[in-house]
């Protein structure tokens, strides 16, 4: 009977920890229906429309490192996976986005430093947030090889 139990139990362990476990999702930043997330690995946090209490859109695709937001505005900033590439920003008007829809005639970037630095000022956004894991993106994290 105990051996059975062992055989159970160790059988249920080693499912649980091979497959998605208590630590494959978690949700960064949250405002509204907004919210930057990673499922599976924190270097995929991206902003996503909350849809359901269970389903989400994403609005930005992954290496989400930063947020900031204003009632009319969300911004993030992006550092990508790739070792010396440079952080990118987008702004998404909040207010215009629509789920399921083409973003491209709406968002705001992908801008270099310097323009985000001119066009935040013109809408009045806060300084960016860190939200996750810093340097998980940008070429130095230990899960993808860097120094």
Sequence with gaps: MIRRLRI?????AAVWLSGCGVFDSR????????????I???ADAHLAYRLTATASTPVVNTCVSA???????IAVRQRLRVVGAVERF???PKRRYQPMADTASIVIGPLS???YAQVSSRLALPALTPVGMP???NGASRLYGGP
């Design 8 to 12: 159970a139990v160790s059988c249920i």
């Design 27 to 38: 949700v960064e930043w949250a405002s509204g229906p907004y919210e930057v997330l990673w």
């Design 40 to 42: 599976d690995e924190p």
């Design 67 to 73: 947020v900031a937001e204003n009632a009319d505005y």
């Design 90 to 92: 987008v702004i998404l």
């Design 113 to 115: 430093a310097a323009q």
């Design 135 to 137: 340097d998980i993106c």
